[in-house]
């Protein structure tokens, strides 16, 4: 095991420090760089423009590949000074001329942007005879992976002139629709019982806040009003739904996808057998979910839950964590896992690369975001000093610490993560965080805090699980049947959700027009990538637990990027993804979790022992 240094880390700067990009935000420098981003942008784009040779010959493609990659490694279309004012963006979103210099450079690269497409295009449209002979080309090896997604994404691509209806008619036969139920509900609000007793008006969002509150007065009141507006909204969302769903079918047909869900696993570069492997398991393990409702059914003393209580606190973690010591105690977590993940994370203290506290303006969320693989990362939070403002800076770290693999192995052509693992880093380092917390927590705060963290583990794996199969059901109905009521959807609605919680959470009245505010089935089958991104690092962490050497192999995953699939990434690990038996141990990872937790609500006498 590596040395661990636990003295207190100081944290002095907490501010970005943007001077790898610009001085400020009037750097004198800024129109020079930006006369370079054009005169090496349009030294690509004319040198390759007029040319042909490249879609027949693997050595002048591997030359074009080079150049390609040069420059989106070091210049892109928009330099530093695309990604400069972005940043400075989220620090500040209330300053008119910060968002005037942003989109004075987003205007500048869509240009380039467009004029440089034609290079991805045309490799699109080259021959399957010469593909296979490109894919198995020596010259092209560091691009192989590149190539692939770009030819099989082609596979399902139309002609210029339908793709380009397509496009233009998106707008009517889509997104209208599902914009015009997204605006009726969030111009909703309703006078409701609030915390401190008395009735007060609340929008939709707080309406979804108070129905977690832990008086019970307040969650009724919120539930009933919310059930209310679904009910409103339901009959017009019948009509968008099934106008989505058929404008969907419509898509697939014309494009030849076999499966509902095809093109979305191409897009996340996931094979279909390997989700198929995810679905399959965790609904056999439906079991986890129900166990755990019924211990919080018996934490809060009632026989079953009502649906929109399932997600209620058992009680407020008041803890207080500085973010010096927040940053101490993860420094020491990642320490412990691997001293290279710690010296990552050092890096980014020292240089400036984490903007800690909240500020009139900035951005209220928390991310991670890189852009061109030669600039630095960075993460922005909100740091409070809860809890969840602890495991935040480990989640976003988890990502910080991916990108930097990454850039240290992979080509920039490959410098990213596919939406299928894009959160493998970042939980994995959340979840091992957590475990240090536990260990110095006394055993009350440690109930609340597992009884969350099985909270958040239920939602992100066995419910989007439940709504995969839900979306399953959904798209082969309509096919079948060619039109949906209300009345058909709430029930296969009902029987999914009632499918993961069991019988200790009741479908209670109005929980069948859930699926009117779901924006995520809009996106067609998105939420898997929940619980694989979970479940994958659930897995890798129960295999680190039984031998500490196999963290080499997490660091080898972490840093293969765009690389391969990513189930041909673990093949290479000897990992098979495809595999039942993987996803099953990302299971009793949660299955252990919570066993513990029940003993420990045992032991401290909250329910009975069995
Ligand atoms: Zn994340």
Request: aromatic share 10%; net charge positive; hydrophobic share 35%.
């Amino acid at each position: 095991m590596p040395n661990i240094n636990q003295r207190a880390i100081q944290v002095e700067q907490t501010v970005w420090n943007l001077k790898p990009l610009f001085e400020n935000d009037d750097d004198p420098r800024m129109d020079e760089r930006r006369r370079i981003v054009e005169q090496i942008s349009y030294e690509f784009i004319t040198t390759w423009k007029e040319r042909t040779d490249y879609l027949e010959n693997p050595v002048i493609l591997r030359q074009a590949l080079d150049h390609y990659e040069a420059w989106k490694r070091l210049y892109g279309s928009d330099g530093d000074e695309g990604y400069y004012f972005w940043l400075r963006t989220q620090q500040n979103q209330n300053a008119p001329k910060l968002k005037a210099k942003f989109n004075k450079i987003e205007e500048f690269s869509k240009k380039i942007e467009n004029d440089s497409q034609f290079f991805h295009l045309r490799i699109a449209r080259i021959k399957p005879e010469v593909q296979k002979r490109f894919l198995n080309d020596n010259a092209l090896t560091p691009y192989r992976h590149y190539l692939e997604r770009i030819f099989v994404e082609a596979r399902y691509h139309l002609s210029e002139p339908e793709e380009k209806i397509l496009n233009l008619k998106s707008a009517t036969s889509y997104s209208n629709w599902t914009k015009m139920t997204a605006g009726f509900l969030s111009k909703e609000s309703r006078t409701v019982i609030t915390e401190g007793g008395s009735r007060k008006p609340r929008t939709f969002t707080e309406l979804l806040g108070l129905m977690n509150n832990t008086k019970k007065k307040v969650r009724a009141s919120a539930a009933k009003a919310f059930n209310e507006i679904l009910k409103s909204h339901v009959d017009s969302a019948e009509a968008e739904i099934n106008s989505v769903l058929a404008n969907k079918k419509t898509d697939d047909e014309l494009r030849g996808a076999l499966r509902p869900d095809t093109l979305r696993h191409l897009t996340d570069d996931i094979e279909s057998e390997v989700v198929d492997a995810l679905i399959d398991s965790v609904s056999k393990r439906f079991t986890i979910s129900e166990r755990y409702y019924e211990l919080k059914a018996k934490l809060f003393n009632v026989r079953r839950l009502e649906y929109h209580e399932r997600n209620m606190e058992l009680s407020v973690v008041t803890k207080h964590y500085s973010y010096a010591k927040s940053v101490t105690l993860v420094h020491a977590a990642l320490g412990k896992l691997d001293a290279q993940f710690a010296d990552i994370f050092s890096g980014f203290l020292r240089n400036g690369q984490i903007d800690v506290y909240p500020r009139k303006g900035k951005d209220t969320g928390a991310f991670c975001i890189y852009h061109l693989l030669a600039q630095p990362t960075y993460i922005l939070l909100n740091h409070t000093g809860k809890l969840h403002d602890v495991l935040t800076l480990a989640h976003e770290l988890g990502h910080g610490i991916n990108n930097e693999l990454i850039r240290k192995k992979q080509h920039a052509l490959d410098f990213g993560t596919p939406a299928s693992t894009a959160e493998v880093a970042s939980t994995f380092m959340e979840d091992f965080v957590l475990q240090e917390i536990l260990r110095e927590a006394d055993d009350a705060l440690r109930l609340a805090i597992m009884m969350q963290k099985l909270n958040d583990d239920v939602s992100s794996i066995f419910r989007q699980v439940a709504c995969y199969r839900f979306e399953q059901e959904l798209h082969s109905e309509f096919r079948k049947r060619g039109y949906l009521s209300k009345n058909e959807i709430g029930e296969l609605f009902q029987k999914h959700m009632a499918s993961y919680m069991g019988r200790f959470v009741e479908q209670s009245p109005g929980s069948e027009n859930w699926w009117v505010y779901w924006n995520h089935i809009r996106y067609f089958f998105y939420v898997y990538s929940y619980a694989s991104g979970l479940l994958i690092s659930k897995s890798l962490q129960n295999s680190v637990k039984q031998e500490r050497a196999f963290i080499s192999r997490v660091k080898e995953f972490l840093s293969s990027g765009l690389s391969d699939s990513p189930k041909n990434i673990f093949l290479k690990l000897r990992i098979d993804i495809a595999d039942k038996h993987f996803w099953n141990r990302g299971l009793d990872e949660v299955e252990k979790l919570l066993n513990e937790t029940v003993l420990l609500a045992e032991k401290l006498g909250k329910i009975n022992r069995r």
